[in-house]
Structures are given as C-alpha cells and as structure tokens.
C-alpha cells in the first residue's frame, strides 16, 4: 500500500517545482486559501493551485500510512527541485491545513 500512494506523491511533487508559481486564486474553501498563500509566501512553486492541493493531500495520505515527517519531507525533495527547508515547509504546511493530528 505504501508504494502505491507514494507513487501517487512523487509525480505530483515533481511539478511542484517545475513550472512558475501559479496565482494563489481564491478557493470557495478557506483552508486551501490559506494553504496557498503560505506556499506563496516561501516562493514555493506549482503548476497550478490544485496540483499544490492534491499534492498536501497525499502527504497526509503518507503519514497516515504510518510514514514518518523526515521520510516524507525526503521524498518531497527527491521528487521535486525543493531543498530541505522549502521541503519542510511544505510538509508542515500541509500538516497544519490538512492533517493536524500529525501535527
């Protein structure tokens, strides 16, 4: 089950970096909002809002397959052109929007 969502992960993590930041437009739904904006604030790029969204998603998906944040966070840098920092960021960001019970 593990190698199954984390292949889910990594070729939308890939495009994370891949193309220039997408506009953060606004959501009907708030937290997806927030999340955005937070992207955008570390210059986190995405091809588009909902490939950032998906991608948040699937990190709680990991975790909650019993994967660890350090394990996750690796596969985010490996999967994309973040660095360690921005790669964190992005895992606890989508801790603190969608999963905060792994928070």
Known sequence: MRGSRLGLLTPVVVLL?????????????????????ALTSKHIQYPTP??????????CGELGAGRSQNDVVGDVMKSSNL?????????????????????
Do not use: K, M
Not at 50 to 59: C, H, K, S
Not at 83 to 101: E, K, L, M, Q, R
């Open 17 to 37: 970096g891949a193309l220039g930041t997408a506009p953060a437009t606004a959501h009907g739904d708030p937290i997806d909002a927030a999340f955005l904006a």
């Open 50 to 59: 909902e490939a950032a969204l998906n991608a948040a998603r699937e990190v």
């Open 83 to 103: 660095d360690g920092y921005h790669a964190g960021y992005f895992v606890g960001a989508s801790i603190s929007a969608y999963c905060p019970n792994f928070a």
